[in-house]
C-alpha cells in the first residue's frame, strides 16, 4: 500500500475538499498523512486560543477519516488580503517557496510518501495560503523526485448545474473576477465519495470554531455537490487512480437535475 501526503493550507480544507477521497484510501489500507500550512489562526473568532482549537478539531477529523498522521508547519495564517503589507508577521503567503518547499519536502521524504496532493494553481479558490500551497506542494514534489502528485480542484462546469460549492462563496469575497477551481477537459480524475458522504459531513462539522452548518446551507443538494472530488493528476498513474478505476475515462459525474442521490453512511 502506498503513503499519500496530503497538503491543505488551514483546518478545515481538508474535510470539504479531500474528506471523502481521505477516508476511501484509508479504507482500502493506504497511509495518509494530513500537513497543514497554517492552524487557521485568522478564521472565525480569531484571537488567542484560536489556534489550538483548530488544531484540536485537524486532529479529530483527520481521525475520523482515518489519517494516520497530522503535521503542521506552523507558519502563520495570511489572510484574505492580497496586499503583503497587511499580513502578519511569519505569514505563510509571504514565505519563500524555496524554504516552504524544502521544509515540506522533509516531510514527504520522512514519510517515503508515494504521492503528494496540493492544490490546483488558482488554489481551488484565490486565499492567498491556497495559492502559496500550490506553488510550496509542487514545487516539494520536484524536490523529492515523487513519481505521481496530484492538485485537488473542483469541477467548475459541473457545479454550474447544480448548487453553490462553499468555495465558490469564499472566492467571491476574496477576489470576484477569478474563476473557481478547473474546467472539466483538466480534471483527470473523479472520485465517487458518496459511500462515506456521511462521514466526510462528519468530519466538517469537528470544525466547530468555523462551521455553523456542515452542509453550508445545501442540505437539500450536498450529495450533488460534495459527493464528488476532483482532482489533476501529474506523473503515473497513483492511488487516487485506484478509486477512479472502476469508472475510468469519467471526467463528469453522472448526474442529472432531478435525480436523487442518497448520502452515505
Not at 100 to 108: G, K, N, Q
Not at 138 to 145: E, N, R, T
Not at 178 to 203: F, H, M, Q, Y
Amino acid at each position: 500500500m502506498s503513503t499519500v501526503v496530503v497538503v491543505h493550507a488551514h483546518p478545515d480544507d481538508e474535510a470539504i475538499f479531500t474528506g471523502g477521497t481521505i477516508a476511501l484510501l484509508a479504507a482500502a489500507g493506504h497511509r495518509v498523512v494530513v500537513v497543514y500550512a497554517t492552524s487557521g489562526e485568522l478564521g472565525v473568532g480569531a484571537g488567542p486560543g484560536l489556534a489550538e482549537a483548530r488544531r484540536d478539531e485537524a486532529r479529530a477529523a483527520c481521525n475520523l477519516l482515518g489519517a494516520e498522521r497530522v503535521v503542521f508547519l506552523d507558519h502563520h495564517d495570511s489572510g484574505t488580503s492580497h496586499d503583503p503589507r497587511e499580513r502578519p508577521l511569519g505569514a505563510f503567503a509571504g514565505v519563500s517557496v524555496d524554504v516552504a518547499a524544502d521544509h515540506l519536502a522533509a516531510v514527504v521524504e520522512g514519510e517515503r510518501a508515494d504521492a503528494l496532493v496540493t492544490y490546483d494553481s488558482g488554489g481551488v479558490y484565490p486565499h492567498p495560503d491556497h495559492v502559496h500551497a500550490h506553488r510550496v506542494g509542487s514545487m516539494a514534489a520536484g524536490l523529492v523526485g515523487l513519481l505521481t502528485w496530484y492538485e485537488v480542484t473542483v469541477d467548475r462546469e459541473y457545479l454550474h448545474f447544480v448548487d453553490t460549492h462553499v468555495a465558490a462563496l469564499a472566492g467571491e469575497s476574496i477576489a470576484p473576477m477569478l474563476e473557481l477551481g478547473s474546467p472539466t477537459v483538466e480534471i483527470t480524475n473523479t472520485v465517487d465519495v458518496r459511500g462515506v458522504l456521511g462521514l466526510k459531513l462528519a468530519a466538517i462539522a469537528e470544525h466547530r470554531t468555523q462551521v455553523v452548518d456542515p452542509t453550508f446551507g445545501a442540505a437539500d443538494s450536498f450529495p450533488e455537490v460534495y459527493g464528488y472530488e476532483w482532482f489533476i493528476r501529474h506523473g503515473r498513474p497513483g492511488p487516487i487512480d485506484a478509486l477512479t478505476a472502476g469508472a475510468a475515462g469519467l471526467r463528469r459525474p453522472a448526474w442529472r437535475r432531478g435525480q436523487t442521490l442518497p448520502v452515505g453512511r
